[in-house]
T-cell receptor
Framework: DAKTTQPPSMDCAEGRAANLPCNHS???????VYWYRQIHSQGPQYIIH???NNETNEMASLIITEDRKSSTLILPHATLRDTAVYYC??????????????FGTGTLLAVQP | DGGITQSPKYLFRKEGQNVTLSCEQN?????MYWYRQDPGQGLRLIYY???????QKGDIAEGYSVSREKKESFPLTVTSAQKNPTAFYLC??????????????FGPGTRLLVL
């Protein structure tokens, strides 16, 4: 799986958009970009994933650059409950042991009131 | 509501004791996983199961055992052979099969502490 690079921490004002960047310059053609988040002492929560097109769901939007070497997760209106560690993971969609998730250090997003 | 449940939320183990962590899912997923998370660390795969009555070792299976007798259930036993069991244990499931999306969904976790 490709290595990802994320800033260790970010702040965001409540009600504003939170834009979390991720670099994955060694991504290969069959690898997807996944985003999870983990609120303290809880299990990771799936947010969104994409291959090359931008994606949007009820939680967030994912913007992937044309060369696929970086992406941005956008939380359009951050709330205090969005304070968590956000993980960007790049992986192919295969089963078995290759399906294990490799979490890096992630970005600690602190939403400020 | 569909989802993954884990119990108990906190578990205490005495020296030489085996303990079993429960994981149940009603998502009709074929594949299930157990991970371990240590403070400030990422997840490490302990065991996984792609289908009922089948399971495979992950990266850190020593000192652990699992069973998969039912599709909905994938219990993890932490044996006395596991010398450093204090950690946060996470169960996950995914649809399984080949060629499909293998997004994993997680339970709330069990925190195991050694007395």
């Amino acid at each position: 799986d490709a290595k990802t690079t994320q800033p260790p921490s970010m702040d965001c004002a409540e009600g504003r958009a939170a834009n979390l960047p991720c670099n994955h310059s060694t991504i290969s053609g069959n690898e997807y970009v996944y985003w999870y988040r983990q609120i303290h002492s809880q299990g990771p929560q799936y947010i969104i994933h994409g291959l090359k097109n931008n994606e949007t769901n009820e939680m967030a939007s994912l913007i992937i650059t044309e060369d696929r070497k970086s992406s941005t997760l956008i939380l359009p209106h951050a709330t205090l409950r969005d304070t968590a560690v956000y993980y960007c993971i790049v992986r192919a969609n295969y089963g078995g042991a290759t399906n294990k998730l490799i979490f890096g250090t992630g970005t600690l997003l602190a939403v400020q009131p | 509501d569909g989802g993954i449940t884990q119990s108990p939320k906190y578990l205490f183990r005495k020296e030489g004791q085996n303990v079993t962590l429960s994981c149940e899912q009603n998502l009709n997923h074929d594949a299930m996983y157990w991970y371990r998370q240590d403070p400030g660390q990422g997840l490490r795969l302990i065991y996984y199961s792609q289908i009922v009555n089948d399971f495979q070792k992950g990266d850190i299976a020593e000192g652990y055992s699992v069973s998969r007798e039912k599709k909905e259930s994938f219990p993890l036993t932490v044996t006395s052979a596991q010398k450093n069991p204090t950690a946060f244990y996470l169960c996950a499931s995914s649809m399984g099969g080949t060629g499909g999306m293998e997004t994993q969904y997680f339970g709330p976790g069990t925190r195991l502490l050694v007395l």
